[in-house]
């Protein structure tokens, strides 16, 4: 069975970038639909952005866009989230997950879960 788990979060001032990381163990996680979710206590869990794995389709929540970037190195099967220029509305639990789709977008698709790294922006 695929294992995510995650690292890299912190507080951080806004403006501030952090870059969070998503190891794979047990299977390759170029074959799955990959994405990065985030949760804030009481609400829902909301996408960040997902990287289709059948057509490569990257697909960014609006209110990450130009300033967060997912890539993924497959030698280290790692998953990785580039956050720039980071607003305290970013301050979340952020989580990496694993889809057996070809197609994923939303939480409702997702098999494997990490189990989540705190972000924390303020001044």
């Known amino acids: 069975q695929l294992q995510l788990m995650e690292s890299g979060g912190g507080s951080v001032q806004p403006g501030r970038s952090l870059r969070l990381s998503c190891g794979g163990s047990?299977?390759?996680?170029?074959?799955?639909?990959l994405g990065w979710f985030r949760q804030v206590s009481g609400k829902e869990r909301e996408r960040v952005v997902v990287?289709?794995?059948?057509?490569?389709?990257?697909i960014y929540a609006d209110s990450v866009k130009g300033r967060f970037t997912v890539s993924q190195d497959e030698a280290t099967n790692t998953l990785y989230l580039e956050m720039d220029s980071l607003q305290p509305g970013d301050t979340a639990m952020y989580y990496c997950?694993?889809?057996?789709?070809?197609?994923?977008?939303?939480?409702?698709?997702?098999?494997?879960w990490g189990q989540g790294t705190q972000v924390t922006v303020s001044s």
């Open positions: 990287n289709i794995r059948s057509d490569e389709t990257v």
């Open positions: 997950g694993a889809s057996r789709l070809k197609r994923c977008y939303s939480d409702l698709d997702i098999d494997y």
């Open positions: 047990g299977y390759k996680l170029s074959g799955y639909c």
